[in-house]
């Protein structure tokens, strides 16, 4: 029943930060994000090894994570939606789309199911506006769908 | 193998353009709208073979018109093939391209007159526009450098390096008149001029904007190239969304193969020129398109806008004097150094030279992106290109300049899209999105949501933005509840004005843009949210009664099956009824009706 | 030489210097609250706003911040105008709403005719305005134990991990610039605690009197090249020590 954890295991550390230039502190961005994309979140002793690894003050290091919607300082699960509430999608249907999802699974937005299987969240426009509502998936666009249609083929058979 | 002159670039150009002479070129769209591209191409592919037919199935970006996806074009016949799937291949290699013909529903429906057209130089709303920064959109796979050489890109820049000395480049900027594309329509040549006076020993040219990079990567590097060679920088960044995968990709190839072939990187087509670009990724914040934050990005701190003294053409990335342009506009930049400012100018308006990409969504027939010269009217956008409003409903409103533009009305319609005349009605060239508007919209409901979004995206520095923007969503959500009061109506409109005038950057400056615009167009429909209680849009919920007009009413039963809560009653052919008590005022039904008959009492 | 009109009056400055600068220099007062002659200007608070236009221009003038805006010959600057008075105004009656319990911008906004907020009072009891000086300063030292984390409202001066803060020594500069008395802090004779840490006093030798925290002398001393025993007296003490020397060799002398 419980989702195995996000083992953040040295080896794995280690090979993200090899792969920073030592001292290079405009390599942050890029350092969090292979942290968020390793780990799905951004560990707080990743983030110390990071701002050694780069010279940076750990307190830019925090700044940084919490000021961008794409870093987390929470394990964000498996599957992460982004609801679009761009302009278009928010004409056609997004609310509802996030609504819906957001009951489903019963989390706030922005939030994680417990199991760490799905996160909801929203995002600036994402430029596909003749496809609204537009949800990321991992990244890749879905759209052109009713919202209830969208969300129930979104979460599979999860209810 | 690298292009060491411009020789070898023109014989690299005829060699692109003639790796398909005895096939018949099909383009398949992979545009990041295009699902279902890589299948119809591989199903055209394989019926080609079984037939025997030598075609060279190659891919398309995006063509700007999502909506008709996945598109397929045969070039040389000039055909455009929209909503293609796999299953149409053998139609298309025996019909389309053994005979010409193309079936009915491959072509395109015009959405005003709904004939249909098959040819591209026909389909009225791709012949309606001038496609300048977008000359390479759907006619190019943006991930073929050949492809680009073999459309003429780099030729400008081979031009420039070779034959240009870097001032004579700025005036050939300068004397077109080309602004930025980014948002406020600064002088392009101006700006390079400043970069190139400023004292330091180096220098950095930077390009941002994710649009264009997705459609034609090589034209946008072409433009940065030609900029860098002007201001005399060596190093270049391309910022563009971490999160808009693709562009991410075709960007990372672009600058590879194009420095492998010495377009980029050292002594560029053997010239002493060198420029070497790396590709910087940014987060997906607003405020992230602010040029100050773009530098601030790149360097690794937190996009923060400063205050423009000095301005970034002295002391930019770095600390070293900057140029950062717009996607758009360097995409225009070869366009002008190769056929010169006079021709450049021959489009557009004097103000404000060549043309806009613009995205129009919302409520319209045809959305998608639009490329237009400056100085286009409303109007024509919405009802000529676009197609008008979609279903049966009315124009209403118009946000144009994005998620800080200014919502115009029926009135504004004849605006000249363009910088001062927009600006003057409370709008902005912006990002150039345009979203329309229908009669079932509430422009309340607009300013608050999109106040309530941008107020996120402050990014917290300076107090009018951070601390007024969510007040003025405070206000709004309010009003929208029910719980407004006439008092508001003025105190919107005075904080709206100090956060426009006092905000540290332009979200901060044009965010209220939404709030001033609508008050001034639309002080009505506030009115009757404050003193009456009534929303006559039909969408605020707590302002909101519906009612079915039994005149209208057909007794279709479409809005009982989409009516979440079971509120509507009536049987098959009899007039509806909505029960008060049990609707929540949803719209859904309204949606769903063919005959207008649900009204807002 | 740079020669401008501020106020109507004819204001001489120098190249480099801000209109906040110049006129402050001709007497002409102006409020700030992210300001501070220390530290590199910020424009955030935009309590120091001015109109501003070359004499010659016809348009309307522009709301400058007034902490960088450069002084430019024949600029014409107003810094009380009902403009400028409407956004300073704006800006206090925003502060309050955000910062009710705060007496220092309490008295700011009442100076300014803003004697309660037109919105409704944050309750989290939070008197931190966001002026960032904290985190200059900070900065400043070399220490960066402190920043801002978050954005938008939500926006905050933190530790990193909101966890004690490993970077800081202690040095009180970000409580002490800090405006409106955001950034609280304990204190005896021989620890002092702030950012979730506790420190040991170092104290001076002479008279007992505690000197600085045992990290901040650490910092302190690897940044001045200095062995650490250098600092182990008061400046006090110092001046003392200094006196009775030349004292005593006045007294040699004679």
Redesign the interface.
Known sequence: MSEPAIVIDAKRVSDLLDRLPAGEASALPEALRAAQAAFRHVPREVAAAVARRLSVPASRVFGLATFHGEFSLFPKGEVVLKVCTGAACHGRGAPTLLDELLSKLGIASGGTTKDLKFTVETTNCVGACAMAPVVSVNGELRGNAEPSAMAKELLGGRS | MKLDGREAFSRAGEAARGRDAGRTVVRVCRGGGCRGGAAVAAAIESTAREAGTVLAVRSAGCHGCCDLGPVVTVPAAGLFLAGVKPADAPEIVTKVIGAGEVPDRLAVKDAATKKRFAREAEIPFLAGQTRIGLRNAGRIDPADLDDAIAAGTYGAAAKALTTMTPEQVIAVIEASGLRGRGGAGFSTGLKWRACREATGDDRFAVANGTVLLEIDPHAVLEGLLIAAYAVGAHEGFVFARADSARAVALVKGAIETATARGLLGERILGTDFSFTVRLALGGSEFVCGESTAVLRAIEGLVPEPRVKYPRSAERGLFGRPTVLDNSETLALVPVVVARGPEEFRKVGTAESPGTKVLNLGGRVRQGGLFEVPFGTTLRTLVFGLGGGVAGKRRFKAAMVGGPSGGILGEADLDTPLDYGPLAARGAIVGSGNVMVMDDHSCPVDVARYFTHSLAAESCGKCVPCREGLHHLAEILTRITLGEGTPADLPRLRALARVVADASLCGLGKTAPNVVLSTLDRFEAEYRAHVEDRKCPGGVCRALTKFEIDTDLCEGCQACQKVCPTGAISGAKKQPHRIDPEICTACGMCRTKCKFDAITVV | MIAMDIDGRRVVTEEGRTLLDAAREAGIDIPTLCHHEALE?F?????C?VEAAPADSRGPAE?V?SC???ARDGLVVRTASE?VK??RR??LD??L??CPTSDVIRRLAAEHGVPRT???ESTDGSKC??C?LC?RV?AKIGA????????????RI????D?A???CIGCLACARICPTGHIGYEETDDERKIWGRTFRMVKCEVTGRPLMTEEQRSFEAKRAGLPEDWFTKCPESKRRETAETIAKAFEEVR
């Open positions: 200007p424009g955030g608070c935009r309590l706003v709301l911040i960088l805006a450069p403009r409407e956004a704006t800006v925003l502060l709403a955000r037109s919105f409704p305005i966001l960032m985190e900070c960066h134990a402190i920043g801002g984390a978050g954005k938008s409202r939500g926006k933190a530790a990193p991990f966890l803060a490993e970077d």
